[in-house]
């Protein structure tokens, strides 16, 4: 394979790289924000003063133990996994990227030893 070959490898690992680094800046802001908005899930609290009896106890039970633990779970769970996805392949493309430069390195040499 020529060098050519190799460095316009390297450079879509490279883009890669850089864009899976801006997924996971974007997905941290969307963390950051969506647990900031942790705390609206319940409320308004509600009172005696708000809104009462049956009613407001299903409603209740639903928003704390359908919504509220829903909206914990996609935080902890399925945010997490998608960070360590992102990480997990950021790794891997490190390791190419560097496989490569290696491998231009050897080329360059062989061929500055062939002149």
């Known amino acids: 394979m020529s060098l050519f070959y190799y460095y316009g490898l390297?450079?879509?690992k490279q883009e890669q790289l850089q864009r899976l680094q801006d997924c996971?800046?974007?997905l941290q802001g969307i963390k950051q924000e969506y647990l900031?908005?942790?705390q609206t899930v319940t409320t308004p609290?509600?009172?005696s003063t708000t809104w009462q009896g049956s009613l407001a106890?299903?409603?209740e039970d639903i928003r704390t133990e359908g919504i509220l633990v829903s909206y914990q779970d996609l935080e902890s769970t399925?945010?997490?996994?998608?960070f360590?996805?992102?990480n997990s392949?950021?790794?891997s493309l490190k390791s190419e990227i560097l496989s490569l430069k290696q491998t231009i390195h050897s080329l360059e040499l062989e061929m500055l030893e062939d002149e």
Not at 78 to 82: H, T
């Open 45 to 47: 609290e509600l009172t």
């Open 84 to 86: 360590s996805t992102i």
């Open 10 to 12: 390297l450079r879509k």
């Open 36 to 38: 900031n908005y942790n």
């Open 24 to 26: 996971q800046s974007q």
């Open 78 to 82: 399925q945010l997490s996994n998608a």
């Open 57 to 59: 106890n299903k409603f």
């Open 89 to 91: 392949k950021m790794s």
